[in-house]
């Protein structure tokens, strides 16, 4: 990971640290829950199949 990418993610730490307006830390909170979905529950029928067909050769060993 490069150093300027580092630094934003530190810049933003600290002014999480210091945000105190309920309305930012929800939005904040929202977004979060948006970037981190179900992935699983996003994706088609046949992708489904496709992973859990190859889980089940991996565990086969095929």
């Keep these: 990971m490069s150093t300027q990418l580092e630094n934003k993610k530190l810049d933003l730490i600290q002014w999480l640290?210091?945000?105190?307006?309920?309305?930012?830390?929800?939005?904040?909170?929202?977004?979060r829950e948006k970037e981190t979905s179900d992935w699983w529950i996003e994706i088609?029928?046949?992708?489904?199949q496709s992973i859990e067909l190859g889980l089940a050769d991996a565990e086969k060993g095929t």
């Design 44 to 48: 088609s029928e046949n992708e489904k």
């Design 17 to 31: 640290a210091s945000v105190e307006d309920d309305n930012i830390l929800n939005q904040l909170i929202a977004i």
